[in-house]
């Protein structure tokens, strides 16, 4: 059974920081390229990083550059968001997803909240 569950959301000041994580089995976790998205309320869901494998080369949309890092731990079928100087427009729900190539690897975590406010 293919899971994928993220941590680490929560409400922050503008400026700070915060930690998401995506637990994953059930699937080949070191053959997938690893995404996050995020979706606020009334958006469309929004690719914010993604990073492949074995290689580990990573992707981000200008909005995010420099203040978004992505980071995957094979062994422990863990990719990471880290994300700094966050600003009120950086609000959503974050999605993990797994990307094997086809439509049918393609899976989703069930997201997290990130509420950045004063």
């Known amino acids: 059974q293919v899971q994928l569950v993220e941590s680490g959301g929560g409400l922050v000041q503008p400026g700070g920081s915060l930690r998401l994580s995506c637990a994953t089995s059930?699937?080949?976790?070191?053959?997938?390229?690893m995404r996050w998205y995020c979706q606020a309320p009334g958006k469309e869901r929004e690719l914010v990083a993604a990073?492949?494998?074995?290689?580990?080369?990573?992707n981000y949309p200008d909005s995010v550059k420099g203040r978004f890092t992505i980071s995957r731990d094979n062994a422990k079928k863990t990719v990471y968001l880290q994300m700094i100087s966050l600003k009120p427009e950086d609000t959503a729900v974050y999605y993990c997803?797994?990307?094997?190539?086809?439509?049918?690897?393609?899976?989703w975590g069930q997201g997290t909240q990130v509420t950045v406010s004063s």
């Open positions: 997803n797994a990307w094997g190539g086809a439509a049918s690897y393609n899976y």
């Open positions: 059930g699937f080949g976790f070191s053959r997938y390229t």
């Open positions: 990073i492949s494998s074995p290689n580990e080369y990573t």
